[in-house]
């Protein structure tokens, strides 16, 4: 938040023209909203995701029944946290996991399991 919240004033310290930070600006406002549905909590769409010998599967908000869904390779895993971009019924979803989100076996596990995916 901070990240953006520092890019929408980046114009007007700059001075640029009115109209130019005010399309810049409001481009970082669409930007954090974006990012803001990736990241777990009743605000995204995404709800859970569970990963076994069957495959990747989804679990929406508003739905009991889970889909199954593919991971994309754009995923990443990283030191910190893990990016899942997941393809379930003809959309992308995406969910950044920070480290503390699993339990550490769990999160190795994971991280593994993305870099020989992807």
């Not at 004033?9 to 970082?28: F, K, Q, Y």
């Not at 909203?33 to 995404?46: F, Q, T, W």
Request: glycine content about 10%; aromatic content about 6%; charged content about 15%.
């Amino acid at each position: 938040m901070l990240l953006h919240t520092g890019i929408a004033a980046l114009p007007w310290l700059t001075r640029c023209p009115t109209p130019l930070a005010i399309v810049l600006s409001a481009l970082a406002v669409i930007g954090f909203v974006g990012n803001i549905g990736r990241v777990p909590g009743r605000h995204c769409r995404l709800q859970a995701v569970a990963v076994d010998q069957a495959g990747w599967r989804v679990q929406l908000a508003g739905e009991t029944a889970w889909r199954a869904a593919t991971l994309e390779p754009v995923s990443r895993a990283l030191a910190a946290g893990v990016l899942l971009e997941l393809r379930s019924g003809g959309g992308r979803r995406g969910w950044l996991l920070p480290r503390q989100a699993l339990p550490p076996a769990s999160f190795r596990r994971l991280r593994a399991r993305i870099r020989l995916t992807c």
